[in-house]
């Protein structure tokens, strides 16, 4: 038998797998649910019911494309500003190690959101480039990188005092 909608009254509870669903995910306000992942979905008004157990299997396949979405634009962000700037010269601005922007090409590593975001805010603007470089020079209103900073000193151990 059938259940019926508890929103509604009028239809039917189905499993309902379809593309083009779109869930706000994290950071990302329209990302694509799998279109395999079945929902149960009310026949009448549509609603979608999600509970406990369904929620987690939903947040494991949304980190998943969450993920690949991540990495879809920072290859992107990275293949835009490669003809603007080496890539030797962008990592240091970003505070990244050498060599980190071609493990993120190669997916040996995974891009975090904010470095994303980062990236696609320079690749959108080459002046940014620039304005990003002058905030790192010293005596200039900005801040050097921490390897170029003087080390914070450390405390006095108990048995110096």
């Known amino acids: 038998m059938a259940r019926r909608c508890p929103i509604c009254g009028e239809g039917e509870i189905r499993e309902v797998a379809r593309s083009g669903r779109r869930l706000p995910y994290r950071n990302v306000p329209d990302l694509?649910?799998?279109?395999?992942?079945?929902?149960?979905?009310?026949?009448?008004?549509g609603e979608e019911l999600i509970d406990a157990q369904l929620a987690r299997r939903l947040d494991e396949r949304l980190a998943g494309a969450y993920e690949a979405a991540l990495s879809s634009k920072a290859d992107a962000a990275i293949r835009k500003l490669a003809k603007l700037v080496p890539q030797r010269d962008l990592e240091p601005l970003l505070g990244l190690s050498a060599g980190y922007l071609s493990k993120l090409k190669k997916g040996e590593k995974r891009p975090s959101s904010p470095?994303?975001?980062a990236l696609?805010?320079?690749a959108s603007d080459v002046n940014r480039l620039a304005e990003l470089g002058e905030l790192w020079r010293v005596g200039e209103g900005g801040a050097a990188?921490?390897?170029d900073r003087a080390r914070p000193v450390k405390a006095a151990s108990r048995s110096a005092r």
């Open 115 to 117: 470095l994303v975001a």
């Open 120 to 122: 696609m805010l320079l």
């Open 32 to 45: 694509e649910v799998p279109a395999d992942l079945a929902i149960p979905t009310c026949s009448a008004c």
């Open 145 to 147: 990188p921490m390897s």
